[in-house]
């Protein structure tokens, strides 16, 4: 019914998928699997009509189709739940999921009757908590993510797919959506379901098509294999367990961050962590996992419901990140046009702006103090610049990082919180990035850091939490930081499953 043959894509320089290739027949259930960056959500874009292909073959009912536009993967009685959710937050819930097909009565006005109890009717079905004229930004992330499934199947497609639809649902809404999938599959509707829940797709799936560095590099009938062979063909290694120390054992002495069952609504759930002096610690799992809200939660930009955070000793609870920069924690982010760089402030600004947030109010800063401090940030980490007074949209994206870092490093926070901040960057500026952790860390800087990029945290972390549904899976450090340990912890393999 379904065919993609030797796909291709590249974004610049990185090549998101090299001879991928899938198959689906009527009424087959099919799960897509790769590990983080194997280009499971690209394919899926390029099925949506979100993302063009750059070559290859699409075919359906075995006639060669091109899909350009999300208009054109309609057409083709294609439909999409995507991860990142297309819900506009300021429209209704029955709005969100009939907008582009409502029904129309017999003088081609919309049939407001019709079309209200046909999206109430799906709800009910797909048991989604929520009343038509809710609108999205006041619902839960499990309820924003049924209401992206019913919205794909309200368009009666003829193939269905799921991008980690089911990473913020519960256990009885996978069931319940799971039930409901299976009477799709036998009424003919073909599905691809994206997920990390590995021990899911044995209930629903017939079979797996693994993608490895964008490539497609196995195609198993799920009856004949387990875990441990899909994760086999996802890193091209077999998975290892680790042992799961804990965090009880490590000295006190030296911790300058406690962390004790800290929660925030359904995205993290009770982390406990201690982190030492000097030490670079990653945050690793897929995403979604909480590892961005744990975050942002000890920086104070996200209020956390419950638990503990002790700062050097001391008990801290900070309502603004105002407050926790005051204390001496720094954040950085890998969105830097949205939350790290001021686009309208030239460079010379911008790295001095957390050293002037830090300061007294009222007291004099000159505009030689910030030249000449700022200027000195410049030539020690080899930021390529014209002039300090230049804007700081004038540099490239890894010298816009670099300004990021150069702000944090003039003022020596005793935290550094990262989250993702070499994405987009290239492999040079991400060395160079790296280095300037590193000597941070020497001088007695600790480092938080979460990344989508395993090898990354495997090069540069001490330590590494693995994020796994909103709470901490294990902790891998020495001998246990190896890429097979790690992959099978983000997908939340335990040595029960190893054995399966």
């Known amino acids: 019914m379904l065919e993609l043959i030797n796909i291709k894509k590249s974004f610049g320089a990185v090549i998101a998928l090299n001879q991928a290739s899938l198959t689906l027949e009527k009424g087959e259930i099919v799960a897509l699997l790769g590990a983080n960056g194997s280009g499971k959500s690209t394919l899926v874009k390029i099925l949506g009509g979100t993302v063009k292909k750059d070559a290859g073959t699409i ?4 006639k060669p189709v091109e899909i350009r536009s999300s208009a054109e993967s309609r057409a083709r009685k294609i439909a999409v739940a995507y991860q990142e959710l297309s819900l506009i937050p300021r429209m209704t819930v029955y709005e969100n999921v009939m907008l582009g097909h409502f029904h129309k009565g017999r003088f081609g006005q919309v049939d407001e009757r019709k079309n209200r109890s046909f999206v109430c009717s799906l709800l009910e079905k797909y048991g989604v908590a929520c009343n038509l004229d809710d609108f999205p930004k006041d619902l839960p992330s499990s309820t924003l993510s049924l209401i992206e499934i019913v919205k794909a199947i309200s368009w009666d497609p003829d193939i269905l797919l799921l991008d980690e639809v089911t990473a913020a649902l519960h256990h009885n809404e996978v069931e319940n959506l799971f039930s409901n999938l299976r009477v799709l599959s036998e009424n003919g509707i073909s599905i691809v379901m994206v997920t990390h829940r590995l021990s899911e797709i ?23 294999t387990d875990i441990n062979k899909i994760v086999y063909h996802m890193t091209g290694k077999m998975p290892e367990i680790a042992e799961n120390p804990s965090d009880e054992k490590r000295s006190m002495e030296d911790a300058v961050l406690v962390v004790e069952n800290l929660s925030i609504g359904e995205s993290v759930k009770n982390v406990s962590l201690r982190v030492n002096r000097g030490e670079i610690i990653g945050l690793g799992g897929l995403e979604g996992q909480g590892q961005s809200q744990f975050l942002r939660s000890i920086y104070g930009a996200i209020p956390r419901d419950s638990g503990l955070i002790t700062l050097a000793g001391k008990k801290v609870d900070y309502k603004s990140s105002a407050n926790a920069v005051k204390d001496g924690i720094g954040f950085i982010s890998g969105n830097r046009n949205r939350e790290s760089i001021f686009s309208l402030r030239t460079i010379g600004e911008n790295i001095f702006s957390a050293k002037m947030s830090m300061g007294r109010n009222f007291s004099g800063i000159s505009n030689r103090m910030i030249i000449r401090q700022t200027n000195q940030i410049v030539k020690d980490y080899e930021i390529k ?34 989250d993702d901040p070499t994405k987009g960057v290239d492999v040079s500026s991400r060395r160079e990035l790296h280095n300037f952790l590193r000597k941070a860390a020497d001088q ?6 979460v990344s989508s990029d395993n090898d990354e945290l495997l090069e540069i972390a001490n330590r590494i939490y693995v994020f796994y549904e909103g709470g901490i899976h294990c902790m891998l450090c020495g001998t246990d930081c190896t890429e097979e340990k790690l992959v099978s912890a983000m997908m939340g393999m335990t040595a029960k499953d190893s054995v399966k």
Do not use: Y
């Open 444 to 449: 007695g800087m600790t480092v938080l850091i």
């Open 385 to 418: 610049i014209g002039n300090i007074n230049d804007p700081i949209t004038s540099l490239s994206g890894g010298n816009q990082q670099k300004v990021v870092f150069g702000r944090w490093i003039l003022v020596s926070p005793e935290i550094l919180l990262l």
């Open 59 to 62: 075919t359906v009912d075995q």
């Open 202 to 224: 044995f209930n629903i799936a017939s079979r797996a098509v693994i993608l490895r560095n964008g490539e497609s590099v196995a195609d198993v009938d799920l009856k004949k």
